[in-house]
Structure formats: structure tokens, C-alpha cells
């Protein structure tokens, strides 16, 4: 193998360890393996650091778990010193928060940024990874660990046309970091999933006339966001480690108030007091007010039931309400969305939606977007079309494994993983918050802080027992794909088209990929594989 540094640049072209993206799971990971003096090198598309929060700087973009847990609980300084403005932060904060850690913990110096990963090849003679950028340099490395981010990689709708617009074309996942100034435009936005719930409010505020394109209306809960108040912080900070602690055994990730009971098992009054208690606090602690809204399609109609009132009611016009309420599929198949005043922006005059289920698109002109039954003359169009979920950036990279397998022909009838961990057929590459694991189900802070800390002890424990190799075995995969799959079929989830399912992506094959047993439930079988010595992972000695 020629292992060469084309630009000569400050690439160490021989490292242990090679991260692939600088959002929180590259960070954390960079921070870790040091730790350990595992010698690493990370690679990151982006300028700088934060994922996900540099990448989607739409007007509006805010975290949907509240600040307090969606941060890094790894080290009490920073959870203690770092204080938050929000109960739920906004993008430039969270960015700047992914800026602080980077510079508290010295992370930047073994970042290569602007560097894409475009190919990794496993050697099976050497046993090390050979990865490749889009520089042309070339790195040899024993273990590659993909923290690539499950929405990361942006998708543009099959829209004919797209490229013909005049005016400028937006994807929320990759907005300018100059922002945009909407004052006086016409703006169109195609989409109504989490990013264009948050985005409308704030476009409508600027924009001379609004047209939003759905598709698929939304199930969506107010955030009820507010300042952060001294008081809230220290109920969290001055027991933290403890809070924290327990977050990690929830189903979520997350510390709701967890529902124990069937909303079946209540009067049709007490579970309206509930819906009403939780709809009045804000956020997606409202899908827990039952122990069973996410299996059983009972109590999930009455929590789908209270949401379309709610929006019957906030929409003036009982059409357009109508338009906006959705009735065919579970509420929380499709991720649940958080707002800030969606579904009232409709009541202003200068908004308008444009219902596709009856009046689809049929391409964009020069000056806007043409259906079958108008032409919308627009300035600017906003693409809230989502991600190739989960799999997308790893598809973008040409990963062949041993015996010059490709993961885009393995993984062809859908992703499969053990424990979201790893692959069989491409050992020592790592995946964080992988399919198969709880990842986006969960809160993810505390889903990567998992996998990295599993990744981590797991490289300390080959290096200390001389082993140079770690594969998922085949059948400890088989067994965990079914399982995934089994315990994804006893939930309402699979009965919506959504990106768990892989649906919004022509091709795609029709999968659930997140694991759905809880967080708590998985962490357990994690740490036991691990204090087992690795059972349904294949060790290997030195060369
Ligand atoms: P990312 O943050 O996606 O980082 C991956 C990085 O890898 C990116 O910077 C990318 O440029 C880089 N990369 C990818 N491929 C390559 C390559 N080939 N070469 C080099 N670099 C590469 N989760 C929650 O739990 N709570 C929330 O409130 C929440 N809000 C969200 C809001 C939005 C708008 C979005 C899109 C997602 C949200 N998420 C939320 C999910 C969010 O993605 C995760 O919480 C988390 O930020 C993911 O971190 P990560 O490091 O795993 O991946
Ligand atoms: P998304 O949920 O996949 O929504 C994409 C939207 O675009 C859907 O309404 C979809 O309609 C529509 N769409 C796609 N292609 C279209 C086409 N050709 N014509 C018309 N409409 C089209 O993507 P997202 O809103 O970016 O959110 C993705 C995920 O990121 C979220 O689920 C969440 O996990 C995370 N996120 C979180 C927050 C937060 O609140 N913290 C904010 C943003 C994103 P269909 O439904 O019909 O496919």
C-alpha cells in the first residue's frame, strides 16, 4: 500500500485512528481517544465544527430538546460553567457552544476542515483502512471511525425544472452563513417537516408574501421556549451529574414526565386534563403522557385527536385548518415537530399554503413554482425537503471492505449493523448513532456520548489484549437486525412514510432503521457485550 501526503499538509498520514466528521460525535470522540493516547486525525467537510448546528442555519433553527440535556454531560465544568439563554437554545448559541468545547479542549488542532472523505478501502494483508479526501490525500489508519452524522446529507426533491429557477434556491440543511434577507420577496417553501415548522414563522416575519408547499401536514406541539432562568438552571445544574445519570437508562435519553398508565386505562377527562397539562407546558414531553401512544393505535388516536383540535382551532379558516390537519398516519411515526407559532402564521393575510395532495407541483419555472392549477411567481425558494436519513453520508463515501465488498451493495436491501456499531465484512470501522441503534429516536447528546465512550474502551480493550482486529459476526447481526425489526413491528411507527423508513428517498429500500427498544434497554446490552470480552464480535491478534 503507497501511503503518500499530496498537499504536505499538517495530515499525519499514519494515525490509529481516523474520525470522519466534527459535529458533537467527532468532537467528543477526538476528546476521548486523547485521553486515552489513542492518536487520532478527524476530517471534516464543514469550515469548522458543530455538525449538524454549522450546517443548518435557517431562520429559526433551534434544538427541540430542551438545552439543559441536549448538551454533553461528559465533563461537570463544562455542563456547570456553560450557561444556556434558552430553555431552548437556538442555532448560532448551540454552534457557538460546539465552538467553546472545541476551544476548552483543544479539539481543532487534529481537525483537517473543508476535507471531504471520499472513499476508504480495508486492506485485509495489512489490516488497516486506506482513506482517501477530496485533496487527494491518502491516510493509512487502523480503526475508521464514521461520525458522520445522520442528517447531514441533504435532500433535493425530484422536482423537474429545480435547476431553471431564476432566483435563489435555499436548502435548509446547507443555508448561506451570511444569512438572507427576505424583506419584501416573495418566498416559497416546499416542505413541512421539523425544519420548515421552525423556518415559516420567521420567514413570514420579513417576507412580502409567503407560499407554503405541503405535502404532508404535520402533527406539531408549541415549544412554549423561553428565556432560561437562573432559577431553572441551578434546578438542573445543582444536581446534575445525578439528572444526567438517570436520562441515560430512560427510553428517550431524555427526563420526561414518563406517562405509567394506557391512555385507555383513564376517563376520557382525566386524559384530556393530561393532553391539555402538557400541551400548556410546551414540547414533545407531550407524547409521553401515556405509557402506550407509540403502540397502541387507541390511545395514539386520542393524542392525534387532541393535536387536530388544537389546530381546528388556531387556524381561522376552517378550510385551511382542514388542509393543515393530518389524518393519516399515527401522530409520532413521523417525527413529531416542536414550533414556535406555526400553525398561527397562517392566520396572516400574506401567507398562503398550497395543498399538493390536490394540487400537486408539476415543475418549477424561471419564476417560480408551477402547479396543475396555478403559477406562483416567487423571489426565493426554500427547500425543506429533509435528509437522506441515516445512511445518506455514508453512501456518498466508496467504504470497501474485506474481500473488496462495498457497503452500498451490502446494505442494498437496507442497512444491517450490529448494535448500530459496526458492519460485518468491514472490521475496525466504527459507525456512531448508526442504523440499528437508538440515534435519532433519542435525545442524540446522549446517544453519541454512549457509542463513543463504548467505541473508546473498546479500542483501549484491543490495544491492552494485543488484538488488531474487531468484526461484527454475521449471525450476531442477523440476530440483532431481527430484533431491531421485531421490536420496530410491535409499534404504530412502520405505518407512516417517513425517513425512519427510508421513504422519502426514491429507492430506498422500506426499512425502520433507528432501534426502538429504548435507550435505557440498550445502553445494558452494550455495556454487557463489552464486560463479556465482545461476544458476537469476531477478535483477531496482531499481524
Ligand atoms: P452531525 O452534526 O451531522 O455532524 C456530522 C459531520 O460530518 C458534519 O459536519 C458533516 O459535514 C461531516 N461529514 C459527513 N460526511 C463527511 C465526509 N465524507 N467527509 C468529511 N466530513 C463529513 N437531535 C436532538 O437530539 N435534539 C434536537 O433538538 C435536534 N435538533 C436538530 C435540528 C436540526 C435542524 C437537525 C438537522 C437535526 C437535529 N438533531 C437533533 C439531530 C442532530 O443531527 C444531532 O443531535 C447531532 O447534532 C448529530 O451530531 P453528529 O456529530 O452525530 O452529526
Ligand atoms: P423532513 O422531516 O423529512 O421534512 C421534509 C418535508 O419536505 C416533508 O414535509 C416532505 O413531505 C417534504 N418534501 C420532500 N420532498 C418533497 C417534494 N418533492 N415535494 C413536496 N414536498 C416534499 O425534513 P426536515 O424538516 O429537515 O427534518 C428532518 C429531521 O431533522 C427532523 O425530523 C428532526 O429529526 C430533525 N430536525 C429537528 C428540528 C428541531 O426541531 N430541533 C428541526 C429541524 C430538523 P412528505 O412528508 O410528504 O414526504
Known amino acids: 500500500m503507497e501511503v503518500q501526503d499530496v498537499r504536505q499538509l499538517d495530515v499525519d498520514v499514519d494515525v490509529d485512528v481516523v474520525v470522519v466528521g466534527a459535529g458533537f460525535a467527532g468532537l467528543y470522540l477526538l476528546h476521548r481517544l486523547r485521553q486515552a493516547g489513542i492518536a487520532a486525525r478527524c476530517f471534516e467537510a464543514g469550515a469548522d465544527v458543530g455538525g449538524t448546528w454549522y450546517w443548518n442555519r435557517y431562520p429559526g433553527a433551534r434544538c427541540d430538546v430542551e438545552s439543559m440535556q441536549y448538551s454533553y454531560a461528559f465533563s461537570d465544568a463544562l455542563q456547570q460553567e456553560w450557561q444556556w439563554s434558552e430553555v431552548f437554545a437556538g442555532q448560532p448559541e448551540i454552534l457557538r457552544y460546539a465552538g467553546h468545547v472545541a476551544d476548552r479542549f483543544d479539539l481543532r488542532r487534529d481537525i483537517s476542515f473543508n476535507t471531504r472523505i471520499t472513499a476508504a478501502s480495508y486492506d485485509a494483508q495489512a489490516r488497516r483502512w486506506t482513506v482517501t479526501t477530496d485533496h487527494g490525500d491518502v491516510i493509512s489508519c487502523q480503526f475508521c471511525v464514521m461520525a458522520t452524522g445522520c442528517l447531514s446529507e441533504g435532500k433535493l426533491p425530484e422536482i423537474a425544472g429545480l435547476d431553471s429557477f431564476r432566483g435563489p434556491l435555499y436548502h435548509t440543511g446547507r443555508w448561506p452563513h451570511e444569512g438572507v434577507d427576505f424583506s419584501g420577496l416573495r418566498v416559497g417553501v416546499i416542505g413541512t417537516g421539523s425544519s420548515a415548522i421552525q423556518a415559516v414563522p420567521e420567514i413570514a416575519r420579513q417576507a412580502a408574501a409567503l407560499v407554503v408547499f405541503q405535502r404532508t401536514p404535520n402533527y406539531s406541539i408549541p415549544a412554549r421556549n423561553r428565556p432560561m432562568t437562573p432559577d431553572y438552571a441551578s434546578s438542573w445544574k445543582s444536581i446534575y451529574a445525578e439528572r444526567r445519570e438517570t436520562a441515560r437508562h430512560t427510553r428517550s435519553g431524555t ?53 387536530r383540535a388544537r389546530i381546528q382551532e388556531t387556524v381561522q379558516d376552517k378550510a385551511l385548518a382542514e388542509a393543515l390537519t393530518p389524518h393519516d398516519y399515527p401522530i409520532g411515526t413521523k417525527r413529531i415537530c416542536i414550533d414556535s407559532g406555526y400553525f398561527e402564521t397562517f392566520n396572516q393575510p400574506h401567507v398562503t399554503l398550497v395543498d399538493l395532495r390536490a394540487n400537486p407541483i408539476t415543475h418549477i419555472t424561471p419564476d417560480g413554482v408551477a402547479t396543475r392549477d396555478a403559477t406562483h411567481t416567487l423571489d426565493a425558494i426554500v427547500l425543506a425537503t429533509g435528509f437522506d436519513a441515516m445512511t445518506g453520508a455514508l453512501s456518498r463515501i466508496a467504504i470497501t471492505g474485506q474481500d473488496g465488498q462495498k457497503l452500498s451493495d451490502t446494505w442494498q436491501e437496507g442497512p444491517r449493523t450490529y448494535l448500530g456499531l459496526m458492519t460485518a465484512g468491514f472490521p475496525n470501522l466504527f459507525l456512531v448513532t448508526g442504523p440499528g441503534s437508538p440515534s435519532v429516536l433519542s435525545n442524540m447528546m446522549v446517544s453519541i456520548e454512549q457509542h463513543i465512550d463504548w467505541i473508546t ?12 482486529t474487531i468484526e461484527a459476526a454475521t449471525q450476531a447481526q442477523d440476530d440483532w437486525v431481527a430484533h431491531v425489526n421485531e421490536v420496530a413491528n410491535r409499534t404504530l411507527y412502520p405505518r407512516a412514510a417517513s425517513w425512519y423508513m427510508g421513504a422519502n428517498v426514491a429507492g430506498k429500500p422500506r426499512v425502520f432503521m433507528p432501534y426502538i427498544g429504548g435507550v435505557g434497554e440498550y445502553r445494558r446490552r452494550c455495556t454487557e457485550i463489552a464486560q463479556a470480552g465482545y461476544p458476537g464480535f469476531a477478535l483477531h491478534g496482531q499481524v
Open 255 to 307: 427526563i420526561y414526565d414518563f406517562g405509567t398508565v394506557s391512555a385507555m386505562e383513564v376517563s376520557a377527562e382525566a386524559r384530556e386534563a393530561e393532553y391539555w397539562a402538557r400541551w400548556n407546558k410546551g414540547g414533545a414531553n407531550f407524547m409521553s403522557a401515556f405509557n402506550d401512544i407509540a403502540v397502541n393505535e387507541h390511545s395514539n388516536h386520542s393524542a392525534a385527536e387532541f393535536v
Open 457 to 468: 474502551e473498546c479500542l483501549t480493550y484491543l490495544r491492552a489484549n494485543a488484538v488488531s
